[in-house]
């Protein structure tokens, strides 16, 4: 495979161990040029020490990692063509923006004058244009950020890395600067890779999510596939929420399976499941309430908690198949605990599961 063929980043079974503690277990993956990838997953499941590995900061105990397409296994930071953007934002206090920003390209050689204007440029384009002069210490969290991520993208690395960059962020300002590093990777078209243990905001940022678990990977695919189709009860309750209750799967031919829930079927794909004991993964918006007799055969219930959340409200459901936690964007129409139900389901928002 030539170098421009490549992948941005290849990962050939590396692990990665301190000590007796294996903290990345011989893990596989590849980043195509111009994504961006997020690794995520629980504290202590080694997505961080994975983003350590590409950047330099670790050195792999055993396998093989490829930066378009050259081993850079045993190479250091500085020889590796990335940057990092760093959950601290590690900015030097004592140094105005523009000097922030251009410390790497100075450090790096380049005359002062070319760095200066190539950091005017990337301020610009991440709407920081007039704060050169200020310290740190007079911006807003937000800015402080962004000046963190112009650090990096000045230097056009091959490889773009984010250290949860978000999480010293209040809620409402996560949501603008996750928008704006987004807009900002697709519109210049870097790679970019991403660690976080905040599920929306992986689903929001990425193409392709690598979920890690216990030094593994646990699955990996897009938001969707991932949310849609997870691979086991755990990437079921990790990637979103979920209900994960038990079923039996009676019967299946090529096309689905019909799988008993409680007193009623459903067709579902089979997974390449079999006949036996399964459990079904119900995302809490994929199920349907209605308060009248219904038509078709579905699961009664009975509402035993109903919380007003702003937008949607969240009830506990108890039935036959156990209790279901279920959002409601029905606001105007709250059910009051206690109330009889019958719920049914948007199948796509199922998935059949081993059983464990």
Partial sequence: MSASAAPAVEFRAVTKRYGAVVAVDSVSFTIDKGAMVTLLGPSGCGKTTTLRLIAGLEIASEGTILIDGTDVTQRPPTARDVSMVFQSYALFPHMSVLRNVAYGLVAGGQARSQADRAVREALDM????????????????????????????????????????????????????????????????????????????????????????????????????????????????????????????????????????????????????????????????????????PATPVLPGRIVRALFLGDHMEYTIETAAGALFVVDHDVDRPRASGTDVHISFRLSGLAVLPRL
């Fill in 126 to 293: 991440i709407g920081l244009a007039g704060l050169e002069d200020r310290l740190p210490s007079e911006l807003s969290g937000g800015q402080q950020q962004r000046v963190a991520v112009a650090r990096a993208i000045v230097l056009h690395p091959a490889v773009l890395l984010f250290d949860e960059p978000l999480s010293n962020l209040d809620a409402r300002l996560r949501r603008r600067v996750r928008d704006e590093i987004r807009d900002l990777q697709q519109r210049l078209g870097l790679t970019a890779v991403y660690v976080t243990h905040d599920q929306t905001e992986a689903l929001a940022v990425s193409d392709r999510i690598i979920v890690m678990d216990q030094a593994r990977i646990a699955q990996q695919g897009s938001p969707r596939d991932l949310y849609r189709e997870p691979a086991s009860r755990f990437i079921a309750g990790f990637v979103g929420e979920a209900n994960v209750v038990d079923a039996n799967l009676l019967r299946r031919d090529e096309v689905g399976a019909v799988v008993s829930l409680g007193d009623i079927e459903l067709r579902l794909p089979h997974r390449g499941l079999t006949q036996g004991p399964v459990q079904i993964a119900i995302r809490p918006e994929a199920i349907h309430i209605d308060a009248g007799q």
